[in-house]
């Protein structure tokens, strides 16, 4: 049987430009919708944008979450592609960290958390949030699911810090404290190999 893919390409999966949210240094974000880019993150987002179609000039294709900051990264790249379309999944969604969203990260030290964390490691969730697990899981399904769908297009994913490390961290077998402690700055991105999604189970 005739491999479909032409060529090889490029799974990117890129965190979005500086939001307003991310000010806020000393408190979770959270999924926080409706966060649009500050001044810096336009400057972060048009030069992702500079960077990426000089590295890629043909038309790839574009997935972001439904989130305000997502949105807008991808659609400053999007105008460097002439018929270029975002598409929007989802499944691309932050880690939603349930009533721990906004709340002062110091508070996420608290003995309770930590010795949860401890004993559930990949389940691990705060109160009515989803656990780190759960996120792989979907992130994983959603770019399975796009590497099958465009076997000769390079797909950039422009998505969320944790959400985006809780699939690298899967897919590369780091430990969840490696997950927690991996930091991953504004328009940071990593790339995929368009084989690597499909030989990963998740148990």
Same mark, same amino acid.
């Given at each position: 049987?005739? +491999?479909?893919?032409? $060529? ?18 000393? =408190? ?6 409706? &966060? ?24 790839? $294709?574009?997935?972001? &979450? ?24 989802? =499944? ?19 003995? =309770? ?11 691990? &969730? ?25 076997? +000769?297009?390079?797909?950039? $994913? ?19 404290? =490696? ?6 700055? +504004? ?15 998740? &148990?």
């Amino acid at each position: 049987m005739t +491999n479909s893919r032409l $060529v090889p390409r490029d799974i990117l999966l890129i965190r979005h430009a500086q939001a307003e949210h991310n000010q806020r240094y000393c =408190r979770v974000m959270g999924r926080a919708m409706d &966060s649009p880019l500050t001044d810096l993150g336009i400057c972060q987002a048009q030069k992702l944008a500079r960077d990426i179609k000089e590295e890629y000039p043909a038309l790839p $294709v574009i997935y972001a &979450s439904s989130a305000l900051r997502c949105q807008q990264t991808a659609q400053y790249l999007a105008q460097l592609y002439p018929g270029a379309v975002v598409r929007s999944d989802d =499944r691309l969604l932050e880690l939603d960290q349930g009533t721990f969203s906004n709340r002062l990260k110091v508070r996420a030290l608290a003995p =309770r958390f930590i010795w949860r964390l401890i004993a559930r490691r990949w389940e691990f &969730s705060f109160d009515r949030g989803e656990t780190f697990a759960t996120v792989a899981q979907r992130m994983l399904a959603c770019v399975r699911g796009l590497n099958h769908r465009y076997p +000769n297009q390079t797909i950039i $994913v422009i998505g969320h810090g944790l959400a985006i490390r809780c699939l690298w961290a899967r897919l590369h077998g780091w430990s969840v404290w =490696r997950l927690i402690l991996t930091r991953m700055p +504004n328009t940071a991105y990593r790339r995929l190999g368009d084989t690597l999604v499909d030989d990963l189970v998740i &148990s």
